[in-house]
């Protein structure tokens, strides 16, 4: 079964500066998607970026980049001059041939 | 473009009470999902759909119950409410395959079990 680990419940940084949210995943699939979605307070799940396995550039959306590692299942979202409308909570997802399954979400905290 | 629609938004059910959580969508997904988000927590898949007469069990099935008779439809079904069963409950679809292949989700129904 695929499985997927968010090992930081909660992190804080200050206004413009860069963080990094780190998530590992496991699975026998050689064809499978990866996603990032940010959940504000308002509850909705809004996808931030996705990567497909089979390519090996890493996908980036605006201030958003990921760091694709397949061999090591890692699969980390990179927020370059961060803002307080990122504060939210961010989930890290797996698309494989008949599902999605996520972890178990970071709380980011932009501080000004 | 509607895309996901749960109803309801918020509901409050007795101990042993049951309900259906409506979701469809109307993009022609053949996934179609259902998870629930405890406090804090994150989404947890309860059932799944890949198509039209197909349903299978996520992680937390139990309590719940799930049809799919139509490629838009995807109702739960929740008999003998207990208040484990508190939570907030999203619906998704998504067409897994394409090079735009994401979950698109509904608003969420908060359910309440007292």
């Known amino acids: 079964a695929q499985t997927v680990t968010q090992s930081q419940p909660e992190m804080s940084v200050q206004e413009a500066e860069t963080v990094t949210l780190s998530c590992t995943y496991d699975?026998?699939?050689?064809?499978?998607?990866l996603f990032w979605y940010k959940q504000p307070p308002s509850r909705q799940m809004i996808l931030v970026i996705r990567?497909?396995?089979?390519?090996?550039q890493n996908a980036t959306e605006n201030r958003f980049s990921v760091n694709f590692q397949k061999a090591a299942k890692s699969f980390s979202l990179k927020i370059s001059d961060s803002q307080l409308g990122d504060t939210a909570m961010y989930f890290c997802a797996y698309g494989g041939d008949d599902k999605i399954i996520f972890g178990k979400g970071t709380r980011l905290h932009i501080l000004p | 473009n509607a895309g996901v629609t749960q109803t309801p938004k918020f509901r409050i059910l007795k101990i042993g009470q049951s309900m259906t959580l409506q979701c469809t969508q109307d993009?022609?997904?053949?996934?179609m999902y259902w998870y629930r988000q405890d406090p804090g927590m994150g989404l947890k898949l309860i059932y799944y759909?890949?198509?039209?007469?197909?349903?299978d069990k996520g992680e937390v099935p139990n309590g719940y119950n799930v049809s799919r008779s139509t490629t838009e439809d995807f109702p739960l079904r929740l008999e003998l409410a207990a208040p484990s069963q508190t939570s907030v409950y999203f619906c998704?679809?998504?067409?897994?395959?394409?090079?735009?292949?994401?979950?698109?989700f509904g608003q969420g129904t908060r359910l309440t079990v007292v």
């Open positions: 759909s890949v198509g039209a007469g197909i349903t």
């Open positions: 990567q497909e396995a089979y390519k090996q």
């Open positions: 998704a679809s998504s067409y897994i395959g394409t090079p735009n292949t994401e979950a698109f």
């Open positions: 993009m022609n997904h053949n996934y």
């Open positions: 699975t026998s699939e050689n064809n499978y998607y």
